[in-house]
């Protein structure tokens, strides 16, 4: 087990969901919460992200504005965020910016393990 894996593992996990769509947008935030922390490098492909595609976006400005702000920390404190079961987390999660492309074989593999 990874050291991402163990951390997901250890924070409590959000279990009631609006429906299937809203459950399956969880479980791949859970993938990229372990991955961030696997491998920080992930967080300046998310900057980058950010900076190409929202930086410019009036709309998306405080949504920015908060990752930016989020990137700063550890990649830890930005799992930990990401995953919480607040307004906060949600905004996070409806706003995360592109850090990993996951794979349907790697998806499944997590949703078999946060079954």
Do not use: C
Not at 7 to 25: C, G, I, M, N, W
Not at 42 to 64: K, T
Request: a positive charge.
């Amino acid at each position: 087990m990874t050291p991402g894996e163990r951390l997901v593992q250890s924070l409590p996990l959000k279990t009631s969901f609006y429906d299937a769509h809203e459950r399956r947008a969880y479980l791949r935030m859970i993938e990229v919460a372990s991955r961030i922390v696997d491998d920080a490098s992930l967080i300046e492909r998310g900057r980058a992200f950010l900076d190409r595609f929202v930086r410019e976006d009036v709309r998306q400005r405080r949504a920015y504005e908060n990752w930016v702000e989020l990137l700063d920390r550890p990649p830890e404190y930005i799992a930990r965020e990401l995953l919480s079961d607040t307004t906060r987390g949600e905004m996070l999660r409806d706003t995360a910016p592109v850090f990993a492309v996951i794979a349907r074989s790697q998806a499944s593999e997590g949703r078999k393990r946060n079954a």
